[in-house]
């Protein structure tokens, strides 16, 4: 009996970290699309200066959630994040406005790709 309340108890704290991760990636994954999306429509209104401050909180959210994404997700694709947002700033000091907004859209693909992949669906577990 008493190895029937450790395995119960074992798999309750299992589920409780992956559900608590899933909703993690949840939250970064909206904020990370909210900023990309706010940054994009500053651009298109052609305020330099919002996409600037936007980009620059964009990256602060990103360096502040990059180290718990790392704890549970593959690093090549956070590293991959990490190294587009980087880039960022560069291409909006060389004003070049349209590899910039491809970036930004990279940055929105990947980071639904990466939610994708970590949501259970029977695609996903096979």
């Known amino acids: 009996m008493k ?14 970290i ?5 909703w993690h990636l949840n939250f970064v ?9 706010n940054i994009q429509t500053a651009l298109d209104q052609n305020n330099i200066t919002k996409a600037q401050e936007l980009n620059y909180q964009l ?4 360096e502040r959630q990059h ?3 790392t704890l549970y997700i593959r690093h090549n694709n956070i590293d991959e ?3 587009t947002i980087s880039e960022l700033e560069q291409y909006l ?24 992949a970590e949501i ?7």
């Open 29 to 37: 994954t909206d904020q990370v699309e909210e900023y990309t999306t």
């Open 18 to 22: 992956s559900l608590v991760g899933l």
């Open 81 to 83: 994040i990490s190294k």
């Open 59 to 62: 990256s602060g959210f990103w």
């Open 67 to 69: 180290r718990y994404l």
């Open 120 to 126: 259970p669906t029977l695609f996903n577990l096979l």
């Open 93 to 116: 000091q060389r004003t070049d406005y349209a590899e910039f907004s491809s970036r930004l859209s990279y940055i929105q693909q990947l980071i639904l790709d990466i939610r994708d």
């Open 3 to 16: 190895r029937l309340f450790v395995s119960l108890g074992i798999i309750t704290v299992i589920l409780t």
